[in-house]
C-alpha cells in the first residue's frame, strides 16, 4: 500500500508502486481531469503539479511520489466555484474540445505560482510542451495572460489594503 498526499489529502493506494501517476489518479481514485493522450511524454495532456513542478503524469511512477504534493485540476476549483485560472479559461472560452485544457491549465498554473509576473513570451515557452489537436492556441494563451492580469491586479489590491 503506498500512500500519496493529492490535493492537500492523504490518499491510500492499491496499485503496484511502479504504476504511472495518470492511472492511480483517473482508476484509483476517480480523478478524471488528467488525460490519457499519448502515454509517452510527448503530448501534455496528463500533467499535474508535484512540489510546485508541472511533471508528466503518465510516465511518472507512484513509487517516487510518496511524500510530495500531488495537485490535480481538481485541487484549483470545482465547477461550482473555479478556481482563478479556470475562470479565465471560461471567460477566453479556450477549450474546444478541451482535451488538452487540463494539462495546459496546470502547466500554466506551475508557471504563475513561481512567476506571477510571467511575459507572454514565458507564457508561450512555457505551455511549448503541449499539444492541441483543435488549434485553439491563441485562447489558450490569452486564457493565461487574463489569469495572470488578474492575479497581480487582485495582490496590488491586498498590498493596498483595500
Ligand atoms: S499522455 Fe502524458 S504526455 Fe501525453
Ligand atoms: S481544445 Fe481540443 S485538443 Fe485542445
Do not use: W
Not at 510527448?42 to 513542478?53: E, F, L, M, R, S
Not at 506551475?110 to 514565458?122: G, H, I, K, V
Request: contains cysteine.
Amino acid at each position: 500500500m503506498t500512500t500519496l498526499t493529492v490535493n492537500g489529502e492523504s490518499r491510500s493506494i492499491k496499485a503496484s508502486p511502479d504504476t504511472p501517476l495518470l492511472y492511480v489518479l483517473r482508476d484509483e481514485l476517480g480523478l478524471n481531469a488528467a488525460k490519457y493522450g499519448c502515454g509517452l511524454g510527448q503530448c501534455g495532456a496528463c500533467t499535474v503539479i508535484v512540489d510546485g513542478k508541472a511533471i508528466f503524469s503518465c510516465i511518472t511512477p507512484v513509487l517516487v511520489l510518496g511524500g510530495r504534493a500531488i495537485t490535480t485540476l481538481e485541487g484549483l476549483g470545482s465547477q461550482a466555484t473555479p478556481g482563478p485560472l479556470q475562470q479565465a479559461f471560461i471567460a477566453e472560452q479556450a477549450a474546444q474540445c478541451g482535451y488538452c485544457i487540463p494539462g495546459m491549465m496546470m502547466r500554466a498554473q506551475a508557471l504563475l505560482n513561481r512567476d506571477p509576473n510571467a511575459t507572454d513570451e514565458s507564457i508561450r515557452a512555457e505551455l511549448q510542451p503541449h499539444l492541441c489537436r483543435c488549434g485553439t492556441h491563441m485562447r489558450i494563451l490569452r486564457a493565461v495572460r487574463r489569469a495572470a492580469d488578474e492575479l497581480k491586479k487582485k495582490s496590488a489590491e491586498v498590498r493596498a489594503g483595500r
